[in-house]
């Protein structure tokens, strides 16, 4: 076996935790998240427009997460849930890092790497561009979107979209994405 997940999300969750969670990602856990990150960004007196944008940037994560993440984890030996994720946000250096991850067939990675290689490259008026065609000329897919998260995130966060592969075993990976705010 390569990567070693738990041992991982115990590195990432130290420090300045606002919200550490690995396991099922189901929608219930969504909205649990949501209200719980909410409440959190309250009591700290976060500023309203940064609230906002973390909101948003951990919905369209969350939802990544839920419709994106393999069920079935073949050669996958460890006790995960069949829709295991994690996500770990952080307040760092004055900004907040929301990490997510996830198993992702290896077949995946080079269209996912396009992806965001692509999203990374463009400037803010032409994520602004992208937006509006997907908007306007995709259909929503069999998972529920058209692509439209990651733009999304890139478009509201400002920054660059940040991800590493991780080798688990030959059929899989443990993708991490990393969005600053």
């Known amino acids: 076996m390569g990567f070693n997940v738990k041992e991982y999300y115990e590195n990432i969750s130290k420090g300045n935790i606002l919200l550490a969670y690995k396991g099922s990602i189901t929608s219930e856990l969504i909205n649990d998240v949501l209200e719980a990150v909410e409440k959190k960004l309250e009591e700290v007196n976060e500023l309203s427009k940064t609230r906002k944008k973390l909101y948003n940037v951990l919905v369209e994560s969350m939802q990544n997460l839920y419709h994106h993440i393999e069920e079935s ?28 991850g996830n198993f992702i067939n290896s077949t995946k990675i080079k269209f996912l790497k396009e992806k965001i290689d692509k999203i990374n490259s463009l400037s803010r008026d032409e994520l602004k561009d992208m937006y509006k065609f997907i908007l306007n000329h995709q259909k929503l897919s069999a998972k529920g979107g058209g692509g439209l998260g990651l733009v999304d995130i890139a478009r509201k966060t400002g920054s660059k979209l940040e991800y590493v592969f991780h080798n688990y075993n ?12």
Not at 78 to 86: A, N
């Open 170 to 181: 030959n059929n899989y990976y443990f993708f991490n994405l990393i969005i600053k705010v």
């Open 73 to 100: 984890h073949e050669g996958i030996t460890e006790e995960f849930d069949p829709k295991f994720g994690l996500l770990v946000i952080e307040k760092e250096d004055g900004m907040y890092k929301v990490t997510t």
